[in-house]
């Protein structure tokens, strides 16, 4: 298995409350990402990072914010939680060479529930 | 946003038979597509990647891939019980290192 971590892996938390979900990897790909999966809509992107400090929006970016300060680490931030975050969120990882994308690996999730 | 499409079935096939997944996509510069796994409860699990015209055989698995016509599939041969999951396609976007994802199709291996 690709030594992805998150943590922490649930939570419940109140609405306008800050949230920060973490995202850790042993491999040292240059990709990460932060996924969403719901019921009907599948997994989506949030945000994605090519490299450290370089990250970049996704198809469903509004309310969330990323860092990443080092290679393994990859940082949430849902800046004011609303009930409309409550979901299953998954970090992967990827390396690219050529052309196209390669292939990327998941990690376990993190169920966040917004009450 | 490009669109990846899936039969969201479910999809019932008896042990031992062939199960076939179809995945459509409309951006006609993806290169790189993706075959997951994903159990109830569990994070997608990379099975099968193709990224040229053909078929390409892994054990049990077997992705097809025809880019004029902007549809891969998965076929899974002697489907067993523990093949009961929903399986992801994958097509990354533009060429680009992003991946856009179906929404997946249930499938349910009967003994």
């Known amino acids: 298995d690709a030594g992805i971590t998150q943590s922490p892996r649930h939570k419940v938390t109140e609405t306008g409350t800050p949230v920060t979900l973490r995202c850790h990897q042993t491999?040292?790909?240059?990709?990460m990402y932060w996924y969403r999966q719901d019921p009907g809509h599948g997994l989506r992107l949030i945000h994605y990072?090519?490299?450290?400090?370089d990250t970049d929006k996704g198809e469903v970016s509004d309310g969330y914010s990323v860092s990443r300060s080092k290679t393994e680490d990859f940082l949430l931030t849902l800046e004011s939680a609303t009930s409309s975050q409550t979901s299953v969120y998954f970090c992967?990882?990827?390396?690219?060479w050529g052309t196209g994308s390669g292939e990327q690996y998941f990690g376990p999730g993190t169920r966040l529930t917004v009450t | 946003q490009k669109e990846v499409e899936q039969n969201s079935g479910p999809l019932s096939v008896p042990e031992g038979a062939i199960a076939s997944l179809n995945c459509t996509y409309s951006?006609?510069?993806?290169?790189?597509f993706f075959w997951y796994r994903q159990y109830s409860g569990k994070s997608p699990e990379l099975i099968m990647f193709?990224?040229?015209?053909g078929d390409k055989e892994d054990g049990r698995f077997t992705a097809q891939l025809n880019k004029a016509s902007q549809y891969v599939s998965l076929l899974i041969r002697d489907s067993q019980p523990s093949d009961s999951a929903t399986y992801l396609c994958?097509?990354?976007?533009?060429?680009?290192?992003?991946?856009?994802f179906g929404k997946g199709t249930k499938l349910t291996v009967n003994p």
């Open positions: 992967a990882i990827s390396e690219v």
């Open positions: 951006d006609r510069g993806s290169q790189s």
């Open positions: 193709i990224y040229s015209n």
């Open positions: 994958a097509v990354n976007q533009g060429g680009s290192e992003k991946l856009v």
């Open positions: 491999e040292n790909h240059r990709y």
């Open positions: 990072s090519y490299g450290v400090k």
